[in-house]
């Protein structure tokens, strides 16, 4: 439930940091073929189908309107500002990725994110189910937060897919750039001639290849006889990184990870014997697996493979990449739940990357809150009180107020 | 007129493949207009265009006819996708582009690579590079830039999927072959193309086209007649046409026999190819005593390629169902001459067709 008075807090402070950083809207190519959208804070649904000129018209609307979401097409049409998709007439899409923390596994999850069930009331703590374990409902309320652990995952899983994009797609480092969506997550770029026109298949086949869907097994092998491996640890492509991820998982391995993964009590006392030898014969060159393929039935190489497999892929959402015609976040505007600074950054700033550098200002402006539970930790900030009032620096405050399932009490701006 | 490179490209390619650019070239400087198909030789050309698309229509091919003036037969290629663009029907335009790629596909195969490079790279501009270089042990000669592989990939099968190529540098490692089938699969999206997004006004359509187009439009909608009454033999009474083994299978799981799961796999892979949908097939397995309709419906969406490896699942060869103990006829009285389930149904629904069409 979010009170008038949060959200005219929100929007003033979003007014402020436009009529400061007004100059920071990006430019997409091909700007007066994109179209617009934006969600504002007064008014209900999303306005779309809107068109501009050029930069400073856009800029005009935001500070005009002070919207709290602002999203751009992926795609260009001949008439952006047309109504319904067939008159707009589709010309052609960049290529983008989206990495969420939503849709990944992470430890830190079970500190800080919570669900509900909207239709029975069940609730967990963590990643939230697709649909309610107890009833099956697919209504189901989430309250996710950021947290360093959070950021360090979407950076890994990013710089994994911008390997991938260089080393195996041949797109030139020039072509691809990173946006920090806002929230938990990166969208990777790709702008180059070549994938503009290619349909929603061609594009699942790209989505595919990162996620190793469909990998045929027998090509790791030689000839078909599947249990003679045949990769080494210095390949490109999937061969090279499923030899690289069974060296890893061995070299991790223990009797819980193994028999998680499936495998027999019997193999796994005899893997975990000879792991050493397993190891050095792997870094031979060319690898050799003849001892591992020796302990491991066919069945349970398999299933050692598909948790590699399962490891090593980039976690994208796919639904993004291959949607042609998607909106997508405007870096240089705020990400209007949070707060936080959509921002553009070129691939070699990805490692640094820092949650702080995402406030609109610093942490020595302070608010007083009165909420009802918080994670012990949000974003890079630690609180000693979770309940109650208590005193947090503004970025932290906005996305307390903008993010929260709960009601928050604005006590006072300092 | 045409200058192909070292003289790659001929006059009888030109025939040939009225699609590449030499050809198109030429179409242009003789600046053909819908009145000069009034004339004699016009309508020969006029006549010629038609026959291409009743060959689609009735043999799912075209042909070539080389016997008669050539320059009739590179002009028909031209108004047959006038023809085709004037009626406007999309499934008619497909019909025809299928036909027509397969006549080309068949041809390509025997072309030289160097060929096949030329008319890649000239006519689709597609990134591609001869070459001479093993790939883990494998022979490579041709490769392709991965977006214009994945823009044509002919199916939806293992091997063709990029993650199952060697890729490198975004190149994808081709055989002359698998470069044929490609050029094979452009053509098919470029008349199809071509057919759709030619903007074609013609105020005052010659009478003699006209007639032309409504002799095609009678071929054509008693060929669609013919496939209405293909729907309806087999959702009347297709039972009738499956293979003793799946009838089994079906008899079993109506009289609420547990499967196994090679049984179910047959079963539904069967029903699915045959063009039943998941709903129909799903139906069907609420027969089963331990039916759970999430698992199952996850099941057949996964065979039916919705799902995972979006690969559409084909049943078991009969090889194959014998050695799973799910044959009902090892000694071939009923299944003569037939190696695949799905072989049967398609037997025995022509037989049906054909019947019929006596009556």
């Known amino acids: 439930m979010e009170r008038k008075s949060n959200v005219m807090l929100l929007k003033n402070f979003f007014k402020k940091y436009y009529t400061r950083q007004i100059q920071n809207i990006f430019e997409p190519n091909n700007f007066t073929k994109r179209e617009f959208a934006f969600i504002m804070f007064d008014k209900d649904g999303m306005i779309r189908h809107i068109s501009f000129e050029n930069l400073a018209e856009l800029r005009r609307f935001i500070m005009k309107n002070i919207p709290r979401h602002v999203y751009y097409s992926s795609a260009y049409y001949e008439n952006p500002s047309s109504p319904t998709m067939e008159d707009k007439i589709w010309l052609g899409a960049d290529l983008v990725f989206d990495i969420d923390v939503d849709h990944i596994e992470t430890p830190c999850k079970k500190e800080h994110d919570k669900w509900l069930c909207l239709e029975c009331g069940y609730n967990g703590k963590g990643m939230a189910p697709e649909e309610c374990p107890k009833c099956g409902s697919k209504k189901i309320e989430k309250e996710t937060w950021v947290c360093d652990i959070c950021i360090e995952t979407a950076k890994e899983e990013a710089l994994k897919l911008i390997d991938i994009l260089i080393d195996e797609l041949g797109f030139s480092e020039k072509s691809i750039y990173a946006v920090f969506s806002g929230h938990r997550g990166f969208h990777i770029h790709v702008e180059d001639d070549r994938v503009k026109d290619l349909d929603q298949d061609a594009r699942r086949e790209i989505v595919d290849y990162v996620l190793g869907v469909g990998l045929d097994y027998t090509l790791l092998c030689t000839s078909s006889r599947f249990l003679v491996l045949d990769i080494d640890l210095r390949e490109k492509g999937w061969r090279g990184r499923i030899a690289r991820g069974l060296y890893e998982t061995i070299l991790e391995s223990d009797e819980d990870l193994l028999s998680k993964i499936g495998i027999k009590r ?47 892929k980039c976690k994208i959402d796919e639904r993004v990449t291959i949607d042609i015609k998607r909106l997508i976040r405007l870096p240089g505007t705020l990400h209007g739940k949070t707060g936080f600074k959509v921002m553009k950054l070129d691939i070699s700033e990805i490692e640094a990357f820092d949650i702080s550098q995402a406030f609109t200002t610093g942490m020595s402006d302070e608010v007083i809150l009165e909420v009802e539970e918080l994670p012990k930790k949000i974003a890079n900030y630690k609180f000693s009180n979770t309940k109650g009032r208590i005193t947090v620096p503004l970025p932290i405050a906005l996305y307390i107020i903008g993010n929260s399932s709960k009601p928050v009490k604005l006590v006072k701006v300092k | 007129m045409w200058h192909g490179k070292g003289q790659i490209i001929t006059y009888d390619d030109i025939v040939r493949y009225p699609f590449i650019k030499e050809a198109s070239n030429y179409f242009k400087s003789i600046k053909l207009t819908v009145e000069d198909l009034t004339t004699s030789i016009g309508r020969k050309i006029l006549e010629r265009a038609y026959e291409k698309i009743i060959e689609a229509i009735k043999y799912s091919r075209t042909t070539i006819d080389l016997s008669q003036d050539p320059e009739v ?34 041809l390509l195969k025997t072309e030289s690579l160097e060929k096949l490079y030329y008319i890649a790279k000239n006519t689709f501009n597609w990134y591609i590079e001869l070459c001479n270089e093993e790939v883990n042990g494998i022979k490579f000669n041709v490769k392709i830039h991965f977006t214009d592989y994945i823009k044509f990939i002919p199916q939806s099968s293992k091997e063709w999927k990029l993650v199952n190529r060697f890729v490198k540098q975004g190149m994808v490692y081709i055989h002359k072959s698998e470069l044929a089938r490609l050029l094979e699969e452009a053509v098919k999206k470029l008349i199809i193309e071509k057919c759709e997004k030619a903007n074609v006004f013609i105020p005052n359509i010659p009478s003699i086209v006209a007639e032309y187009l409504e002799k095609i439009s009678r071929v054509w909608s008693r060929n669609r007649a013919d496939i209405e009454t293909v729907t309806k033999i087999t959702t009347e009474h297709s039972e009738d046409l499956y293979p003793p083994c799946i009838k089994k299978l ?32 799903l139906n069907l397995f609420r027969y089963s005593p331990d039916f759970n309709e999430k698992i199952a419906r996850y099941q057949v969406e996964h065979l039916a390629g919705l799902r995972g490896s979006r690969i559409k699942y084909v049943p078991y060869k009969c090889a194959n169902m014998r050695s799973l103990g799910l044959c009902v006829d090892i000694e071939g009285k009923l299944c003569k001459g037939i190696n695949h389930p799905l072989q049967y149904y398609y037997r025995a629904l022509r037989r049906v067709l054909k019947s019929g069409k006596k009556k």
């Open chain 2, 250 to 281: 079906l008899d079993d799981l109506k009289s609420g026999k547990n499967l196994p799961h090679a049984a179910r796999f047959a079963l539904a892979t069967f029903l699915l190819n045959i063009g039943k949908d998941v709903e129909e097939v």
């Open chain 2, 73 to 106: 037969e590179i002009l028909s290629f031209p108004v047959t996708l006038l023809l085709l663009t004037l009626l406007g029907d999309k499934s008619l335009i497909i019909k025809y582009a299928v036909a027509e790629s397969k006549r080309v596909g068949e």
């Open chain 1, 266 to 312: 019997k193999e796994i006392k005899r893997l975990l014997q000879d792991k050493d030898k397993i190891l050095r014969e792997i870094e031979k060159e060319p690898s050799s697996w003849f001892l591992l393929t020796q302990i491991l039935s066919k069945k349970s190489l398999e299933l050692l493979i598909n948790y590699v497999i399962d490891k090593y």
